[in-house]
């Protein structure tokens, strides 16, 4: 199975900036990642989409996508020797406020076929 474990929420002040990790691991099979992207919800919401980005190919290949919301903001990368996937939010406002979700599409290599995986979420908490 793949475990993803998102990390590096906390309390900042507006005007502020955090970075949030995900990590994905495997076990018992070998997956290759394919898409890795960060989801948030806050109260009252639906989960909506923050920042994609395409993984197991080069640099040149990635595309990242990025709600309105956060253009400009917010950075996606990734660090494809660790499987991880980094998200740096800066000039961070009251409206950032959510847990935040990291999703992960994995290819099974055995079988070819493609899986998404969920992790627990991290709060994001922007507060004076």
């Known amino acids: 199975q793949v475990q993803v474990v998102e990390s590096g929420g906390g309390l900042v002040q507006p005007g502020g900036s955090l970075r949030v990790s995900c990590a994905a691991s495997?076990?018992?099979?070998?997956?290759?990642?394919?898409?890795m992207g960060w989801y948030r919800q806050a109260p009252g919401l639906q989960r909506e989409m923050v920042a994609t980005?395409?993984?197991?190919?080069?640099?040149?290949?990635?595309?990242?996508s990025y709600a309105d919301s956060v253009k400009g903001r917010f950075t996606i990368s990734r660090d494809s020797a660790k499987n991880t996937v980094y998200l740096q939010m800066n000039s961070l406002n009251a409206e950032d406020t959510a847990v935040y979700y990291c999703?992960?599409?994995?290819?099974?290599?055995?079988?070819?076929?493609?899986?998404?995986?969920w992790g627990q979420g991290t709060q994001v908490t922007v507060s004076s």
């Open positions: 999703k992960v599409i994995v290819r099974r290599i055995s079988s070819g076929a493609l899986f998404q995986y």
């Open positions: 495997a076990s018992g099979e070998i997956f290759s990642i394919n898409v």
């Open positions: 980005i395409t993984s197991g190919g080069t640099s040149s290949d990635e595309t990242t």
